[in-house]
């Protein structure tokens, strides 16, 4: 794994809850160059990437983001996915930590 997935890790650890969705739903921005807007209400989060809006309880944000460090993003895209959001699994990196793809280069490091 490259230095990017050993330091999401880190952050995933060390990060408030609410911060560290509003760097996943950054990411998400980035890699779909895409607007994003992230609403906090009382109970949970209301993420709107584009004109897809999905819902993610806060109880479950920080179950998701202890529980690995793309685990919340790959739910949220599974999420805009339902809701009709196109992507393929394998567009980039980032998107192949989403759902634990990886290769091995000649010398068997993951990639």
Not at 17 to 39: A, G, I, K, M, Q
Not at 79 to 100: D, P, V, W
Request: aromatic residues 14%; proline residues 1%; contains cysteine.
């Amino acid at each position: 794994m490259n230095t990017q997935g050993w330091l999401r890790g880190i952050m995933a650890k060390n990060m408030e809850d609410e911060v560290f969705v509003r760097h996943v739903t950054e990411c998400l921005s980035r890699e779909f160059e895409l607007p994003v807007n992230v609403f906090e209400g009382k109970d949970d989060y209301i993420i709107k990437l584009d004109q897809y809006e999905v819902t993610v309880s806060k109880d479950a944000a920080k179950e998701l983001r202890n529980r690995g460090a793309y685990t919340l993003d790959k739910i949220l895209l599974d999420k805009l996915r339902e809701k009709g959001f196109e992507f393929n699994n394998e567009k980039s990196q980032y998107t192949r930590y989403c759902y634990g793809i990886f290769y091995r280069d000649s010398e068997g490091n993951l990639y």
